[in-house]
């Protein structure tokens, strides 16, 4: 057989991989068949490893590029077309095209034009496809056709069983590459200049994007280094690829000591046998090869078990939870079990075995190839996701408009070419109206309309004070637009009362669940540039500066809207009772950023030995440890259990709560008890005040947060004062004296 594999790109990553091993097993197995590659678009000329050992497995004459990254629509079209004629040249029997064509290339899309003249079964050959990604959705969005899938996940046999055309599951293959040279581990740690013994080694492997999670790993890495310093080494193999600066930037710019960046790399095995643990912490995947690639070392894994996977590696790997604490201790018990490697090595024959299979099963049978009926006259789609997008599917050009319909103002008009899409700055919820005509003269309208439909929302953000303050958002937002439904993923979905939310029409998901099907989706969070790219605040992903309003209506702008003021959240947590019978108070002091600390360096001892004289027992609530970046407890205060329902308990049945501007603060506010706020860093209109005794020194410098870029990755961040006496004077000017005073006035 004549072979042509067609891939989107060939620049690094998992279908590039998956590629260069299909190639490398096909050969070993059978050197009679031809196989040849047409790249369809040239991303990048620096990240090359895949390509140029591809290249030299099928020849140069066996290989060529359709096309440039940048290229006009029109030079993309007219080289694309270049296919059908290298297809004729080559003689091709079988065309393997490693991606969906319908989600082929977001930069470069596969026209559907082209498609179908691709799919036409006139044509000697047969296609056979592969999807890569979870997020394609067959029964609504195939166009064409194809004469069989090899399917690389348990989750797409599942998703694309209604199309009737020969399928066949062929994962990636759990056995070293044949271009593999095993070395001894002591060996490799040699060449790389690390101990043999008295280190533990722990490897990621990936392309550096939010999807790939590293942030997360070096959150271990410093949990780790922290308390062990040196003793647990992290290698972060991989390209940082320009267009994700964004996401990996700012985290080199706070990277613990134990961390090495090694780039790409053409010798991940290596790492992988050299690695007492491979960390995989991507929350977005189809069946990752890196997993299989661990498996054939035999290396000990930690990775989240997605559903995706369909528990082919529930039984095979540690669980990531999400929780820094909770998984620092799992991977430091995985570094210490001495199960011996062993390797399988039958895994690439077989491979190559069920491809071919494929292969002569799709060509002896009559091709049912070409376009699905059900899409020829769908000539346009819309997509309502943090924003909105046109897509033009038609064979002719087309002009649409994108129009506010509550204000009547034309936000956005543009010329769409047969296959491409178009989509409005604002990524936030708009009553889009969208208005559309075609070359041949047809128009269309479309009015966005959410009455009875459904919606699916979710918190970007993490942190517990986001969360509360964001949740009654989507009651009003359901309720405001009718809707049938909500389905909501946060980060702590244990955090709600879900009977109380479902019986609203208002549903949970779970993190790394698939969506269900909805007509839109948005996130809700502040979305802040980091440092040096620019203003903070982004206005096309947050309507108003999220600096200058109250935390709550960060996520109403976003939904659009008017501000719903403070409504407490219905939470999971029981009332357990009073916990003692002793009059005492709560009190957390450890936050996120020195600047939200209160800086006076006797206040917090001052503020219990004075409650302690008066009769009051306090309790410390903390996640950090004593000394947390230099924070110490003050002495006489009894430190809480962990857990948060308990936290809670002993919150609501406190006579106040004193705190700064922590999540805490914020649970406090949400379980009703009165809250003495100790705050410099953020104005009060940022916070809850019902119930709530603010403090705070306008006679000084404040508030920095309302006016300047907030930098995370700075622990001691304070814009004005850095290095000065002056330095977070916003809290240090605020004695134990003022704040008892006034919480004698207040409680009166």
């Known amino acids: 057989m004549r072979i042509l594999f067609l891939a989107p790109h060939l620049s690094t990553g998992g279908m590039p991989a998956f590629l260069l091993r299909r190639i490398q097993e096909l050969k070993a197995y059978d050197n009679s068949n031809e196989i040849f590659v047409a790249e369809w678009t040239n991303y990048s000329d620096t990240f090359t490893v895949q390509k140029n050992k591809i290249k030299e497995l099928v020849g140069e004459s066996n290989y060529i590029c359709l096309g440039q990254l940048d290229e006009e629509p029109e030079t993309h079209f007219n080289n694309r077309i270049k296919l059908l004629d290298k297809c004729y040249e080559w003689s091709i029997d079988i065309i393997h095209i490693d991606e969906i064509p319908e989600g082929f290339d977001s930069f470069s899309p596969f026209p559907l034009e082209l498609q179908k003249h691709l799919y036409d079964s006139n044509h000697p050959w047969r296609i056979v496809e592969t999807c890569h990604n979870i997020w394609f959705e067959p029964n609504k969005m195939k166009k064409v056709q194809p004469d069989g899938f090899a399917l690389v996940s348990p989750e797409h046999e599942t998703r694309f069983k209604d199309l009737k055309v020969v399928k066949d599951l062929i994962t990636f293959p759990h056995s070293l590459a044949p271009d593999v040279i095993l070395r001894d581990r002591e060996e490799i740690l040699g060449?790389?200049?690390?101990?043999?013994?008295?280190?533990?080694?722990?490897?990621?492997?990936?392309?550096?994007?939010?999807?790939?999670?590293?942030?997360?790993?070096?959150?271990?890495?410093?949990?780790?280094?922290?308390?062990?310093?040196?003793?647990?080494?992290?290698?972060?193999?991989?390209?940082?690829?320009?267009?994700?600066?964004?996401?990996?930037?700012?985290?080199?710019?706070?990277?613990?000591?134990?961390?090495?960046?090694?780039?790409?790399?053409?010798?991940?095995?290596?790492?992988?046998?050299?690695?007492?643990?491979?960390?995989?912490?991507?929350?977005?995947?189809?069946?990752?090869?890196?997993?299989?690639?661990?498996?054939?070392?035999?290396?000990?894994?930690?990775?989240?078990?997605?559903?995706?996977?369909?528990?082919?590696?529930?039984?095979?790997?540690?669980?990531?939870?999400?929780?820094v604490k909770e998984d620092a201790e799992a991977l430091i018990k995985l570094s210490w079990n001495k199960k011996p490697r062993r390797f399988e090595i039958d895994g690439g024959a077989l491979f190559a075995q069920k491809h071919i299979e494929l292969y002569k099963n799709v060509a002896k049978r009559p091709t049912q190839r070409g376009a699905l009926p059900e899409y020829v006259d769908q000539d346009y789609k819309i997509e309502v996701i943090d924003g909105i997008k046109f897509y033009n599917r038609s064979t002719q050009d087309c002009i649409v408009t994108f129009t506010d319909a509550k204000t009547g103002k034309e936000v956005y008009t543009t010329d769409l070419k047969p296959g491409f899409w178009a989509s409005p700055a604002p990524t936030y919820f708009v009553n889009w109206q969208l208005d559309w005509t075609f070359k041949d003269g047809t128009t269309g309208t479309w009015k966005l309309d959410l009455n009875n439909k459904v919606a699916n929302l979710w918190f970007g953000s993490s942190s517990l004070g986001d969360s509360l303050a964001f949740m009654e958002a989507v009651v009003a937002f359901k309720?405001?637009?009718?809707?049938?439904?909500?389905?909501?993923?946060?980060?702590?979905?244990?955090?709600?009362?879900?009977?109380?939310?479902?019986?609203?029409?208002?549903?949970?998901?779970?993190?790394?669940?698939?969506?269900?099907d909805a007509e839109i989706r948005f996130e809700l969070g502040v979305h802040i540039k980091e440092v040096?790219?620019?203003?903070?605040?982004?206005?096309?992903?947050?309507?108003?500066?999220?600096?200058?309003?109250?935390?709550?209506?960060?996520?109403?702008?976003?939904?659009?809207?008017?501000?719903?003021?403070?409504?407490?959240?219905?939470?999971?947590?029981?009332?357990?009772?009073?916990?003692?019978?002793?009059?005492?108070?709560?009190?957390?002091?450890?936050?996120?950023?020195?600047?939200?600390?209160?800086?006076?360096?006797?206040?917090?001892?001052?503020?219990?030995?004075?409650?302690?004289?008066?009769?009051?027992?306090?309790?410390?609530?903390?996640?950090?440890?004593?000394?947390?970046?230099?924070?110490?407890?003050?002495?006489?205060?009894?430190?809480?259990?962990?857990?948060?329902?308990?936290?809670?308990?002993?919150?609501?049945?406190?006579?106040?709560?004193?705190g700064i501007s922590s999540g805490l603060s914020w649970l406090a506010w949400s379980v009703?008890?009165?809250?003495?706020?100790?705050?410099?860093?953020?104005?009060?209109?940022?916070?809850?005040?019902?119930?709530?005794?603010?403090?705070?020194?306008?006679?000084?410098?404040?508030?920095?947060?309302?006016?300047?870029?907030?930098?995370?990755?700075?622990?001691?961040?304070?814009?004005?004062?850095?290095?000065?006496?002056?330095?977070?004077?916003?809290?240090?000017?605020?004695?134990?004296?003022?704040?008892?005073?006034?919480?004698?006035?207040?409680?009166?």
């Open 672 to 748: 009703d008890a009165p809250v003495v706020l100790i705050s410099g860093f953020t104005p009060e209109i940022c916070e809850f005040t019902d119930k709530t005794l603010r403090i705070i020194n306008k006679s000084v410098c404040n508030s920095c947060w309302e006016w300047d870029h907030f930098d995370k990755n700075n622990w001691h961040w304070c814009p004005a004062h850095t290095g000065t006496k002056r330095q977070f004077e916003c809290t240090k000017t605020i004695t134990a004296i003022d704040v008892i005073n006034k919480i004698q006035t207040w409680t009166k």
């Open 191 to 323: 060449n790389f200049g690390f101990r043999t013994t008295g280190e533990f080694h722990i490897c990621t492997i990936g392309l550096w994007t939010p999807g790939k999670n590293q942030g997360y790993v070096i959150e271990l890495a410093r949990e780790l280094y922290n308390k062990y310093g040196h003793t647990y080494q992290f290698h972060f193999v991989g390209n940082q690829a320009p267009n994700f600066a964004e996401y990996w930037q700012p985290l080199m710019n706070n990277l613990p000591p134990n961390c090495k960046i090694w780039g790409e790399r053409e010798d991940t095995h290596n790492f992988l046998n050299m690695s007492d643990v491979m960390l995989f912490a991507s929350t977005w995947e189809c069946n990752p090869i890196v997993l299989a690639e661990a498996a054939a070392f035999n290396t000990k894994t930690m990775a989240y078990n997605l559903p995706q996977y369909g528990n082919q590696w529930t039984n095979k790997i540690t669980h990531i939870t999400g929780k």
């Open 532 to 658: 040096g790219e620019g203003e903070a605040w982004q206005p096309n992903r947050n309507p108003r500066d999220w600096r200058k309003i109250y935390l709550g209506d960060v996520a109403s702008d976003i939904l659009g809207l008017e501000s719903i003021g403070e409504v407490r959240p219905k939470l999971a947590f029981k009332d357990l009772g009073r916990p003692t019978t002793n009059k005492y108070i709560v009190i957390a002091t450890q936050s996120t950023a020195q600047a939200k600390y209160w800086n006076n360096p006797t206040g917090w001892q001052e503020i219990v030995d004075w409650h302690i004289k008066n009769g009051y027992s306090v309790y410390i609530a903390s996640s950090e440890e004593d000394g947390y970046m230099g924070n110490f407890y003050p002495k006489g205060a009894h430190r809480l259990p962990s857990g948060l329902e308990e936290v809670a308990n002993w919150i609501r049945h406190s006579e106040y709560f004193i």
């Open 479 to 516: 309720n405001a637009h009718n809707l049938a439904k909500v389905n909501l993923l946060t980060f702590k979905n244990w955090l709600f009362d879900w009977d109380y939310y479902n019986s609203l029409g208002i549903y949970s998901i779970q993190p790394n669940s698939k969506w269900p």
